[in-house]
């Protein structure tokens, strides 16, 4: 198979896809001669909400240019299949672009990918000029779009903060952390005051599906040894959709200036909507704290943690 047949082909799936946000439909002849960049995406993975104020931003500059971006979801969790949790997601997160959704992973298969968040830029003639996985390249990729486009200008200036401000890299000791039984490791019988690093543990009544974990019983705790600047969780509240408030403690105290976007300064915080929740922003030099986190009502689903 050659090279221009299988990204014209990637191209030509989404003309199948059935759903839409942001845009009517779009079609490879459609988008013929014009450069499109795909963004493989999903809302609550960390890695793409990191790249997000860069898409937006080139979303914004190259459109008069010529340049159209479109976002493929496809959902890693159960939750992210349901339309109107990505419907409210791209709402809340500023995602004006056209969206498609891939549930059934047909686009993400034509383009042969394997990551979230990738980027793929498409020339007019449906060619795949410029590839990238996962974070950072910015400049390279701001380059490859405006080559494409016969731009050659300075580079767009993105503040990136929040939930999406770069990890700490140089600081960071912690890995991704899958909760659920198909991808879990590293949990432990362990109480909160005796992990080793990376080491977590779960206290009170849970029920540990493939995805998630699920607290049963009234209230129950995640705790977690972490060495890093931010500590994530993605969380979805019962299935009755019911608030479930949770309190975070950092080495056993409120996390203060430490809190992360979604917690007070006395650590409290509730879990309303299926999506990911920043619980600690650590102010001050990174070194290993203990995290733990208690649910105070049953039916909180815990995902994945992810630290920056």
Known sequence: MTTEHRTHGALAALDAAPVWLNSEPLTAEGLSGRAVLVDFWTFSCVNWLRTLPYVRQWAARYEDRGLVVVGVHAPEFGFEHDLDNVRRASAELGVGYPVVIDNEFAIWRSFGNRYWPAVYLVDGDGRVQFRHFGEEAYAETERAIQALLGVDEPLTPVQ????????DWAALGSPETYVGA???????????????????????????????????????????????????????????????????????????????????????????????????????????????????????????????
């Open 160 to 167: 990136a903060d929040g939930v999406a401000a770069p990890a």
């Open 182 to 308: 198909a991808r879990g490791e590293r949990r432990t019988g362990s109480g909160a005051g005796d992990l080793a690093l990376n080491q977590w543990s779960l206290a009170g009544e849970w029920s540990v599906g493939l995805e998630a974990a699920v607290l049963e019983g009234a209230s129950g705790s995640i705790a977690y040894r972490f060495q890093a600047r931010d500590v994530n969780l993605v969380l979805t509240p019962g299935a009755d959709g019911a608030p479930v408030p949770f309190t975070v403690r950092v080495d056993g105290e409120p996390p203060g200036e430490d809190r992360g976007v979604d917690v007070d300064a006395a650590g409290a915080g509730t879990v309303d909507e299926p999506r990911m929740y920043q619980l600690v922003r650590r102010r001050g030099a990174a070194a290993e704290r203990t995290f733990e986190i208690t649910f105070h009502a049953p039916g909180v689903r815990a995902y994945v943690f992810t630290f920056g």
